[in-house]
């Protein structure tokens, strides 16, 4: 069985990283057989060949972090907070994804229900088909949502229910979109479902009045309104002048989608789950598109400033986003210099889902003193690797699709005084006795913003040095 | 109001489910996986579904949870996943080193046609699983029952796969826990040891999934039965099943194959149902019961009694697992509370038979499980007639917030609280510190909400 997933960018990304010279860890324990590919330690000097074949068996059996298909299609189009969101398949991958992510809408709340086809025995024989008509138009006439988009699970997949059609008649009986998104989980990576919620996405765009919009109008991509991060963003664009369109994914409505196109701009977080609908865009209206990041002070402020860049006619704009970076900056500074004094040479381990956040935190942790002695991600590039080499100090972990047994040693190892992560990494931090922050979809505050640096800090602050750590055994308390 | 849309009216649904009271059973079997010594559980499956159940397990018991995954791709779905599976017993022997590895399938291996056994026997011939090592397995497909369904399903694999006999009776009693937290699995141990009854208790999650912090991550924490007692189960003299639905499927199995005969109780909570464990186990094992056991009970019918004023006709509703509803269902009515609400996504006839037996006290209960009994049909049934207080899963919040309803939590998950996995809820102190919290339930909402001539000091 050939598993692309293990050398997606498997071959040429080692190629390229033993041509510049890094060393591959291989002889340490926990790291499975060919994951050594998949892990790096930045050293300076010799170069190590390995002979590294794409194509290889299945790494079937691993305790990976990662998720499926679904799962990134689920991720990417939950906030839309006034569509209906129907899985069709057995009801666990709705069991599962009810309400779990604190993606926060300003109006309606129809995305936090949970609805499922619960699909029988029965179902599975014959066919959901009819069950799935019933259940839209049943919910459809309940809700009055405003479209739906129905999610293919595993199971869809297989039994054959032609789920396009049914979204194509319930469509024209009930007068709304009915968008069908192909995220079978085992169709390939979290990455392809976010393709496929893109696409989905762009069967809504362009659908909607593009009258009144200003020239100097964005879309922003990528930013999931997680404790409300949406909001903070698009004040600052909305201060330097300029509207902003659709938040799409984040505080998400589907009018807005609709009217999408008629934005000049889009901007662009979470390269990983939006840029496919960034390229759509580009190539159907014309819609260029650039990639930013909201995290830390650096990146928050360029995002400003590419923004105000691509307006350059409008010299008001960039005059704004100066005053906005200035202002908030003179604020926060002396605020991160306290925390700095505290946190300096403090190490942090940092596993996330995307690779460009891992470049925000390198920068938001380095301003407040602390190195990175480890950085990872589940679904970094190729590119993503590179660059993430060149940003790191001599010494740093590198690690791609990485398992609580490598995650656990290399803290361990490098004497990690704080992990980033998510869900599942959280707990693992709490054993080994240090502190973590959730930049996760599990994150109570804000950490986008220049506020949210701040909250980064206050967090990443309390948990470092909070007193428990003292008791923990491997900090000298007793057992 | 998040469940503001949630009409009064209720209407039969075709298929739809809405907010569902149950999830689906590959969970089931990670969690009973999870309570055998040294075993890596794995889902023989998309990536996700792992990923998803970790995630759960993870944010009810706030612990790292271990387990594998086929990671199935376009092309396993098409050939079947044998060469997945097999690869990834290959791998999980040599890397994660676990003592057994414990399968499950997924709806979709199951629908593909894997067979399991076929599988991990082919393994076994090809040589991948090391001397002394074992892969076991149990078909648990998500499109059938729900995650209890899937919970006894691996018990019964567990029961079924390690058992042996060999002639010798043992002087010990097989304890087939119901889907139960650590705590539980803990008083059950506490129990049995004050009876002086020795016990095989499977499968045991305590010191597994309510581990203390040592500074290390441990992959395999100590706790878990041992394969070791798992072999013996086959030799015990007997076993005693708590719970209709999630265990006696394992005991029935078990009697099959070693002729180990069987009783099966209602899991303990409340004191009928822990009254009828105690009677059982000392009855099986020939031993009187011990003066301090007596005296926990005569504490919790104490309390009972104190406060009966309290409970008196207090409306209830409740949702969650079948082996947990049925002894709670009585409880409630043992307090003079009236459950007038009851749903359980899990599917049944055994089940609908012992509730119909029990809600014989109070004929105008509601009660619906499998299809459509959901927690939307729940909270319609809530604004039909409303009660005193919902008792459910972390999920019931937002009903309980709708409606401005005393809410407890109880059942999995519980992703907004902790103390389920320390505190027992069963057995005589369990029951007293259920009982404490229905009535501190009634008890802060008075405070809360009393006006200011008829706020209480003395209650």
Redesign the interface.
């Known amino acids: 069985?050939?598993?692309?997933?293990l050398c997606r960018e498997g071959s040429p990304e080692l190629e390229l990283l033993i041509e510049k010279g890094v060393g591959i860890m291989k002889e340490e324990i926990?790291i499975?057989?060919g994951r050594q590919g998949q892990v790096f330690e930045k050293k300076s000097g010799e170069a190590e060949q390995l002979d590294i074949s794409c194509e290889k068996?299945?790494?079937?059996?691993?305790?990976?972090?990662?998720?499926?298909?679904?799962?990134g299609s689920r991720v990417v189009l939950y906030p839309v907070a006034d569509a209906l969101h129907l899985v069709h398949?057995?009801?666990?991958?709705?069991?599962?994804?009810?309400d779990?992510r604190g993606a926060v809408s300003s109006g309606p709340?129809?995305h936090?229900?949970?609805?499922?086809?619960?699909?029988?025995?029965m179902?599975?024989i014959y066919g959901g088909e009819k069950?799935l008509y019933?259940?839209l138009i049943?919910?459809i006439d309940?809700?009055k949502p405003k479209a739906a988009f129905i999610y293919s699970?595993?199971?869809i997949?297989?039994?054959g229910d032609d789920i396009d059609a049914v979204c194509k008649k319930v469509s024209k009986e009930t007068g709304i979109p009915v968008l069908p998104v192909h995220s079978e989980?085992?169709?390939?990576?979290k990455k392809d479902g976010y393709k496929a919620a893109c696409t989905s996405l762009m069967k809504l765009v362009g659908t909607g009045s593009i009258e009144g919009i200003s020239p100097y109008s964005i879309n922003i991509l990528g930013e999931f309104n997680l404790a409300g991060e949406a909001w903070i963003i698009r004040e600052y664009y909305e201060k330097m002048g300029i509207e902003v369109v659709s938040t799409m994914t984040g505080d998400g409505r589907v009018d807005a989608v609709r009217r999408a196109h008629g934005a000049t701009l889009n901007v662009v977080q979470c390269s990983g789950s939006m840029t496919t609908l960034a390229k759509d865009m580009e190539e159907k209206y014309g819609i260029p598109y650039m990639r930013v990041s909201y995290f830390g002070i650096e990146d928050m402020s360029k995002s400003l400033y590419d923004v105000a860049k691509h307006f350059s006619d409008r010299p008001d704009i960039m005059d704004a986003a100066k005053e906005i970076v200035s202002k908030e900056v003179a604020k926060l500074y002396p605020e991160l210099q306290k925390f700095k004094k505290v946190l300096a040479g403090k190490k942090a381990a940092i596993y996330v889902g995307g690779a460009f956040k891992t470049f925000s935190l390198i920068k938001a942790l380095r301003s407040i003193g602390m190195s990175v002695v480890l950085a990872g991600s589940q679904t970094g590039n190729k590119d993503d690797y590179e660059r993430l080499r060149e940003m790191c100090d001599e010494g740093t972990i590198i690690v791609d699709d990485s398992n609580?047994?490598e995650l656990?040693k290399f803290v361990l190892e490098k004497e990690a005084d704080l992990l980033i992560g998510g869900?599942?990494e959280?707990?693992?931090a709490?054993?080994?006795?240090i502190g973590f922050c959730d930049h996760n979809h599990e994150r109570k505050i804000p950490l986008a913003g220049f506020i949210g640096m701040y909250n980064f800090a206050k967090e990443v602050y309390q948990s470092v040095m909070s007193p428990v750590w003292q008791?923990?055994?491997?900090?000298g308390?007793k057992? | 109001m998040?469940?503001r849309?949630t009409?009064k009216e209720v209407i039969a649904?075709?298929?739809?489910?809405?907010?569902?009271a149950?999830?689906?059973?590959?969970?089931g079997a990670m969690y009973a996986a999870l309570g055998i010594h040294g075993c890596?559980p794995?889902s023989h499956?998309?990536?996700?579904?792992?990923?998803?159940?970790?995630?759960?397990l993870?944010?009810h018991y706030?612990?790292?949870?271990?387990?594998?995954?086929?990671?199935?791709?376009?092309?396993?779905?098409v050939?079947g996943g044998q060469?997945?599976?097999l690869?990834?017993?290959?791998?999980?022997f040599?890397?994660?080193e676990p003592d057994i590895i414990a399968v499950h399938s997924?709806?979709?291996s199951e629908?593909?046609g894997d067979d399991l056994q076929q599988i991990t026997k082919k393994a076994k011939d090809d040589g991948k699983i090391p001397e002394g090592k074992y892969v076991i397995y149990a078909s648990t497909?998500?499109?059938?029952g729900?995650h209890v369904t899937g919970y006894a399903n691996m018990v019964t694999g567990i029961a079924e796969q390690f058992a042996q006999s060999t002639g010798e009776k043992k002087e010990q009693i097989n304890i087939i826990a119901g889907w139960m937290e650590p705590s539980d699995m803990r008083e059950i141990k506490k129990l049995s040891k004050e009876l002086g009854v020795k016990i095989v208790l499977f499968p045991d999650t305590s010191d597994v999934l309510d581990?203390p912090?040592?500074?290390?991550?441990?992959?395999y924490p100590k706790g878990g039965t041992t394969v070791e007692e798992l072999k013996s189960i086959g030799d015990s003299s007997s076993s005693l099943a708590l719970g209709c639905i999630s265990a006696e499927p394992a005991a029935i199995a078990l009697d099959k194959k070693c002729k180990v005969p069987f009783e099966t109780v209602d899991m303990p909570i409340g004191l009928s149902a822990t009254d009828r464990f105690i009677m059982s186990l000392s009855k099986a094992a020939g031993v009187e019961v011990p003066d301090e056991i007596t005296a926990e009970r005569g504490r919790l019918i104490d309390v009972m009694t104190d406060m009966e004023q309290y409970f008196y006709g207090k409306k209830v509703a409740l949702f969650g697992d079948p082996d947990q509803i049925i002894p709670l269902t009585e409880f409630l009515l043992d307090l003079n509370m009236k459950p007038i609400h009851i749903v359980s996504?899990t599917p049944g006839q055994r089940f609908e038979k012992r509730m119909k037996e029990i809600l014989r006290r109070i004929p105008e209960a509601n009660f619906k499980n499998g299809?459509n009994a959901d927690m939307f049909l729940l909270h319609q049934w809530m604004k039909n007639e409303p009660v005193d207080l919902l008792i459910g899963n972390t999920?019931g919040k937002y009903i309980a917030r709708d409606e401005n309803v005393p809410f407890l939590r109880f059942g999995f998950p519980i992703l907004d609280r902790i103390g389920h996995s320390y505190f027992p809820n069963i057995g005589y102190s369990g029951s007293l510190r259920l009982l404490e919290k229905i009535l501190n339930a009634f008890m802060d909402r008075q405070d809360r909400e009393a006006l200011e001539e008829k706020f209480e000091l003395v209650m």
């Open positions: 069985m050939q598993n692309s997933r926990g499975l057989e068996t299945s790494l079937s059996g691993s305790v990976s972090q990662r998720a499926c298909v679904f799962c398949g057995p009801i666990g991958c709705a069991a599962y994804t009810w779990i709340e129809l936090r229900l949970s609805f499922s086809t619960d699909l029988g025995e179902d599975v069950k019933l259940s049943e919910l309940k809700y699970t595993c199971i997949g297989l039994i989980g085992f169709k390939g990576t609580p047994v656990s869900v599942k959280r707990p693992i709490y054993k080994l006795g008791f923990a055994p491997r900090k308390g057992i | 998040l469940l849309h009409p649904r075709e298929g739809l489910t809405i907010n569902p149950k999830t689906c059973q590959p969970i890596l794995h499956g998309s990536q996700g579904c792992c990923s998803y159940h970790r995630s759960t993870t944010r706030k612990e790292p949870v271990m387990a594998a995954t086929s990671s199935f791709t376009e092309g396993a779905s050939f060469a997945n599976l690869a990834a017993i290959e791998t999980i040599s890397v994660y997924t709806c979709l629908t593909i497909p998500s499109f059938v729900s581990a912090q040592t500074g290390k991550h441990e992959f996504g299809l999920y």
